[in-house]
């Protein structure tokens, strides 16, 4: 059983709903995104979802492209991405991760050197924004070869079809974009957001997580009685922005967020029981 799959399992039990936060790699400087990975566990992620940089984000909003552009800066790579995560796994060996990307800087490494290197630096998860399922091929294999998850998005304008293509293709879990656009968009439909992810439900036993939209504490835990997990990018990554030259000021700022998000979800599911 996947790191992923486990703490799905175990989340299940206790009637929960995963937290999945992303932030860039190497925002708002290399050396504080270990720490921040920590950082956010400790305030109740249940998986860390881990941008690797690039020049050309196109499913990113402003604010995600501002985070790359930071982390592009300081000469970030995808050899020092999967550095972090090894450092990461020095004390955290339980908590997955998923790394969120572009397939240009896997091409560039190779599939079978990425896989081999993601697994060893233990990575559970990759979802690549630009690689849609019939054209995974090889990399699939490779990512399979290596125990690696392939996470795929569903967005609201995916026809049934396809969406079971995604299903029949996925492992670990389904991210459905919960509205059109890129991310930081903000104008959520919680209801439209809901039935979209029942339909998922009948197509495929794997979980749901629903991101895009999602930026206050009432929105998350709105949005966890209709999925199996939240994603939060924008959001975080904002007080990133705002707070870059005070890594202690990020720490807080992102952290308490994200703490306020969980809270609130843990609270509507004691309201429901």
Same mark, same amino acid.
């Given at each position: 059983?996947?790191?992923?799959?486990?703490?799905?399992?175990?989340?299940?039990? !206790?009637?929960?709903?995963a937290l999945i936060p992303y932030v860039t790699a190497g925002d708002p400087n290399p050396g504080?995104?270990?720490?921040?990975?920590?950082?956010?566990?400790?305030?109740?992620?249940? %998986?860390?979802?881990?941008?690797? =940089?690039?020049?050309d984000p196109i499913g990113d909003g402003p604010v995600i492209q501002l985070a790359c552009e930071r982390s592009l800066a300081h000469g970030t790579s995808i050899r020092d991405v999967l550095n972090m995560v090894r450092?990461?796994?020095? $004390? *955290?060996?339980e908590t997955p991760v998923v790394l969120m990307g572009y397939?240009?800087?896997?091409?560039? /490494?190779?599939? =079978?050197?990425?896989? #081999?290197?993601?697994?060893?630096?233990?990575? @559970?998860?990759?979802?690549?924004? @630009? /690689?849609?399922? #019939? #054209?995974?091929?090889?990399?699939s294999e490779c990512l399979a070869g290596a125990g690696l998850d392939p996470i795929f998005l569903i967005a609201p304008t995916t026809t #049934?079809?396809?969406? !079971?293509?995604?299903? *029949?293709?996925? &492992?670990?879990?389904?991210?459905?974009?919960s509205l059109?656009?890129?991310?930081?968009?903000?104008?959520? @439909? %919680?209801?439209?957001?809901?039935? &979209?992810? *029942?339909?998922? +439900? !009948?197509? $495929?036993?794997?979980?749901?997580?629903?991101?895009?939209?999602i930026s206050t504490a009432e929105k998350a835990a709105q949005m966890s009685q209709a999925a199996d997990a939240i994603v939060v990018g924008s959001a975080l990554v904002r007080q990133i922005q705002? +707070?870059?030259?005070? @890594?202690?000021?990020?720490l807080s700022k992102v952290t308490g967020l994200l703490a306020s998000m969980r809270s609130a979800m843990d609270a509507e599911v004691t309201a429901a029981v």
């Open positions: 059983m996947s790191r992923i799959e486990a703490r799905f399992e175990a989340l299940k039990a !206790q009637g929960r709903r504080l995104t270990v720490r921040l990975m920590h950082g956010l566990v400790e305030a109740g992620a249940d %998986i860390v979802e881990l941008g690797v =940089p690039f020049s450092e990461f796994r020095e $004390t *955290d060996s397939m240009n800087p896997i091409e560039v /490494m190779g599939y =079978p050197r990425f896989a #081999e290197a993601a697994a060893e630096a233990g990575v @559970d998860g990759v979802l690549t924004v @630009d /690689m849609p399922p #019939e #054209e995974m091929g090889d990399l #049934e079809a396809r969406m !079971q293509v995604i299903c *029949d293709h996925a &492992r670990g879990f389904i991210y459905y974009v059109k656009g890129v991310t930081g968009s903000d104008s959520l @439909d %919680i209801g439209a957001v809901a039935a &979209r992810v *029942d339909r998922l +439900n !009948q197509m $495929t036993g794997l979980p749901v997580g629903v991101g895009f939209g705002e +707070n870059a030259d005070d @890594d202690a000021a990020v």
